[in-house]
Each structure stands twice: as structure tokens, then as C-alpha cells.
């Protein structure tokens, strides 16, 4: 059932919004030059996909988790996307695609090995990582593999329709600060 949530809403998210996906690629471009994002990360599994999100650093910042990034490479409108969690909406298409659902553990980075150990640890790959999540209302980031992956599996022993909608819910009110940016 919530995989057939997952498509629907993807779909009409991406088609209802594609008027304001295209004013923020427009600004994007005048931003940074690439308003779209596009990074490996690891997957269900532990395969392996490109998700996509809009860019809110500098084209060349360090691909690193983004506890390990320096605020100064956060645009102005980088900002304004992040405050906002507009950032995340292209990953509506890596919800279509499969590769992600809208409630799950948030996609890691290959190298965050800390992270990998703990999720593999607590079974946290048997399912699709996701946009938002428990971890992300309780702004639990990535800063704490182990923490985190506890999170995600509490999580995920606990899904349901209630807690499904709940996440994305808390999400779009603003709860939780998603990932931290070293100062």
C-alpha cells in the first residue's frame, strides 16, 4: 500500500508542481549556474542510485555529508531551499523511479563507512531509503551513524499508514532542521 502511495503521490506532486519546479530551476540557474543536484548514494540493498535534489552549495564544494560541509558554501538561495525543504521536491522522481519512497531512512553517502556499518547492523538496507522520515522530525542527523541508525530501524519496526502520513505530515509543518551545516 504504500509503495501505491509513494507513486501517487510523486506523480501529482511532480505534475501539480511543475510550475513551481520550473520557477526554481530559473532561479537555480541565475544562483549557481546547475540548479539540479545529482549525487551517488546508497540504496536499498546497498545498490547504488543517483539521487537528485536542487543545488543549494557552490558547484564545487567537497562531496561530503553535509554535517562536514562549511556553511559558507550554502547559496542565498541555497539557504531559502534548505529552510524551506523545496531542495528535496526533485527527489520526487527518484520516488517514481523506485529507488526511493517518501518515508524512509535518508539515502546515505558512500564514504560515510560509520554509517554503512551501523545501518548494515541494524538491517536499515532491507528497505528503500526515503525523503523524510523519524530520524528527520527529530532532527537526528547523520552526524551520529549509530544513533541514527537505531532511528531508522525503530522506524522501521514501527511503519504504518498512521506513522507514514504522520512523517510526511510533521515534515511539511516544519518539524525537524534536516541536516546540519558545520559553521
Known sequence: ?????????AFLGLVCGFPVLLVLILIGLFDTGSPIFRQIRVGRDK???TLVKFRTMKKNTASVATHLANSASITPFGHFL??????????LWNVLKGEMSLVGPRPGLFNQEELIIARQNNGVFAVRPGITGLAQINAIDMSTPELLAETDRQMIDSMSLKNYF??????VVGKGSGDRVKN
Open 1 to 9: 500500500m504504500i509503495r501505491f502511495l509513494d507513486l501517487v503521490f
Open 47 to 49: 545498490q547504488p542510485f
Open 82 to 91: 534548505r529552510k524551506t525543504k523545496l531542495d528535496e521536491l526533485p527527489q
Open 166 to 171: 504522520r512523517y510526511i505530515f510533521l515534515t
